[in-house]
């Protein structure tokens, strides 16, 4: 008999149990990710799979030990839901924002950031520098889960945060619409101080241990580099974010 009948969540956003996790997907719970016991055949888990990825959710396979660890009940029957804490947003969502406030677009695009606490940390600087959304890809990232809201301050309740399954195809995108990509980099050819930050931009956050992939840094405008006077070459991800941000409030309001 399944343990978790009922579809509440844990501390953290965490629904286990098949159930739990199907009453989650009939009641429209948000869910940013589910994660499936990797080799199961299962029908139920095959439905629950098909539900969530139709509500737009993005289904990963696990071994049972990644599955164990993740568990706080000890009793995930082979599968384990996330709560995201809002629904995304879409990227016309934020460009419309960025209209109605009569506002020169600022989006942020993280490349990658799977640590939650990074991706909360940029989303509240975002926030509180006027950016008109954050934009990730829905495979290895985080997503708006209950520790990147509680490490977001709140922001997510104030930022519109859109998930895309193509990053390059989106700055391409973007690109036609007028918006400059300016990406982070370590050996960007661009200074930070003599990038162009006062028109249309997204600013492009790389990952936590590599940066931005490959196709990503191709198809930005700018490779930006930030200023680094000590004995350590790089910044952290949401630190990174802060000082672009800033520098473009800077230009925007000198």
């Not at 009453?23 to 429209?28: I, S």
């Not at 934020?94 to 406030?101: F, G, Q, R, S, T």
């Not at 950016?131 to 209950?146: D, E, F, M, Y």
């Amino acid at each position: 008999m399944d343990r978790l009948q009922r579809n509440d969540t844990g501390a953290d956003g965490v629904i286990e149990g098949r159930n739990a996790v199907l009453e989650a997907l009939r009641a429209g719970m948000a869910l940013d990710k589910v994660y499936l016991q990797k080799g199961e055949t299962d029908k139920t888990l095959g439905h629950i799979a098909s539900k969530a990825r139709s509500t737009g959710a993005v289904v990963v396979e696990a071994d049972r030990r990644k599955l164990d660890a993740m568990s706080q009940t000890h009793a995930h029957q082979g599968v384990i839901a996330l709560a995201a804490v809002r629904e995304y947003a879409s990227v016309e969502d934020i460009l419309h924002l960025a209209v109605e406030k009569g506002e020169t677009p600022l989006l942020v695009i993280c490349d990658e950031l799977s640590d939650p606490h990074n991706l909360g940390a940029v989303i509240r600087t975002a926030e509180c520098a006027g950016a008109h959304g954050v934009i990730i890809p829905k495979r290895r990232s985080a997503g708006l889960t209950a520790v990147v809201a509680k490490t977001s301050a709140g922001a997510v309740a104030h930022l519109p945060v859109a998930r895309v399954p193509n990053l390059p195809s989106l700055l391409k995108d973007l690109k036609k619409q007028g918006l400059w990509v300016f990406g982070t980099a370590a050996d960007g050819t661009t200074p930070l101080y003599e990038a162009d930050l006062k028109g249309p931009a997204a600013i492009v956050i790389g990952s936590e241990g590599s940066g931005m992939s490959r196709l990503v840094a191709e198809t930005c405008d700018f490779r930006v580099s930030i200023p680094m006077q000590g004995k350590l070459n790089s910044l952290n991800a949401s630190a990174a974010a802060a000082i672009l941000l800033y520098e473009a409030v800077r230009q925007r309001l000198g």
